[in-house]
């Protein structure tokens, strides 16, 4: 318990509306990352043979990935824009930077909107 | 105003403030093609159509090696500037953090390469 009662401590600099949008915004932006990096070497493979490169696209198309498209890179790759958006606003918007929370709860409502119509129309037309 | 002792200061000198506009204005290119990207190949082109033949096709046109271009380009810059923060921010001994960072930089160097190299040369047979 004193463990994880410390590792809240640690990892609580404000914990309010700011550092919980800044943490989503470094968790989602690894997690584009990483996938982007899969991503550019799977797309070089065109230079190999059809059947070499669709036998490695069967990976695209296996249920647990189709899931991890839309509940972690759309999800992830949708909060980061939207977020990145808000920083741009507050960074070059006179005066925006006193509203970065309130203007989080705003985006966090816009996510909401696009993003759950959307990934309903991605899991019913990919699943 | 508040004060904020903790906060990273705003970027001066010429590389720090120009990574700093190079993700804001690549961040704008990025919101909208990205999501476009994702969106039309999963549910324009289809996900079960994804294939070698069809990739092969979409290359036929020149504007869509372009939009691959960009994206493989100011993406991975764009996480790249990203990542190198996050190094800065939680790898603290500096042997480390330097590693961590040529890592980084030649990682950038071989994927750009790599991606760039097949969208500019592929040709269908």
Same mark, same amino acid.
């Given at each position: 318990?004193?463990? *994880?009662?410390? &590792?809240? +401590?640690?990892?609580?600099? +404000?914990?309010?509306?700011?550092?919980?949008?800044?943490? !989503?915004? +470094?968790?989602?932006?690894?997690?584009?990352?990483? &996938?982007?990096?899969?991503?550019?070497?799977? *797309?070089?493979?065109? #230079?190999?043979?059809?059947? #070499?490169?669709?036998?490695?696209? #069967?990976?695209?198309?296996? &249920?647990?990935?189709?899931?991890? *498209?839309? &509940?972690?890179?759309? !999800?992830?790759?949708?909060?980061?824009?939207?977020?990145? *958006?808000?920083?741009?606003?507050?960074?070059?918007?006179?005066?925006?930077?006193?509203?970065?929370?309130?203007?989080? +709860?705003?985006?966090?409502?816009?996510?909401?909107?696009?993003? #759950?119509?959307?990934?309903?129309?991605?899991?019913?037309?990919?699943? | 105003?508040?004060?904020?002792?903790?906060?990273?200061?705003?970027?001066?000198?010429?590389?720090?403030?120009?990574?700093?506009?190079?993700?804001?204005?690549?961040?704008?290119?990025?919101?909208?093609?990205?999501?476009?990207?994702?969106?039309?190949?999963?549910?324009?082109?289809? $996900?079960?159509?994804?294939?070698?033949? /069809?990739?092969?096709?979409?290359?036929?046109? @020149?504007?869509?090696? =372009?939009?691959?271009?960009?994206?493989? $380009?100011?993406?991975?810059?764009?996480?790249?500037?990203?990542?190198? =923060?996050?190094?800065?921010?939680?790898?603290?001994?500096?042997?480390?953090?330097?590693?961590?960072? $040529?890592?980084?930089? /030649?990682?950038?160097?071989?994927?750009? $390469?790599?991606?760039?190299?097949?969208?500019?040369?592929?040709?269908? @047979?």
């Amino acid at each position: 318990m004193a463990a *994880i009662a410390g &590792f809240f +401590r640690d990892v609580t600099y +404000r914990g309010r509306e700011g550092q919980i949008a800044w943490m !989503l915004h +470094r968790v989602t932006g690894a997690g584009v990352f990483l &996938f982007l990096a899969l991503h550019i070497i799977n *797309i070089f493979m065109m #230079v190999f043979p059809a059947g #070499v490169f669709n036998s490695v696209l #069967v990976f695209y198309h296996a &249920f647990l990935f189709k899931l991890l *498209i839309i &509940f972690g890179l759309y !999800l992830g790759l949708l909060y980061h824009a939207l977020n990145g *958006i808000r920083i741009l606003i507050v960074d070059f918007v006179p005066g925006a930077a006193r509203y970065q929370a309130p203007m989080w +709860r705003v985006q966090v409502v816009i996510f909401l909107a696009l993003y #759950v119509p959307s990934a309903a129309i991605l899991l019913s037309r990919m699943l | 105003m508040q004060v904020r002792p903790f906060a990273r200061p705003r970027p001066s000198g010429s590389f720090e403030l120009y990574a700093w506009l190079f993700t804001r204005i690549s961040a704008v290119v990025l919101a909208g093609m990205a999501i476009f990207h994702l969106l039309y190949m999963h549910l324009g082109m289809g $996900v079960e159509a994804l294939s070698w033949q /069809l990739i092969a096709w979409r290359w036929q046109n @020149p504007v869509w090696r =372009i939009f691959d271009l960009f994206l493989l $380009v100011f993406g991975w810059l764009h996480g790249a500037n990203g990542m190198r =923060i996050v190094i800065e921010d939680y790898i603290r001994p500096k042997g480390w953090r330097i590693a961590a960072k $040529v890592l980084l930089f /030649l990682l950038t160097f071989v994927l750009i $390469v790599l991606g760039a190299y097949v969208i500019f040369t592929f040709k269908a @047979p």
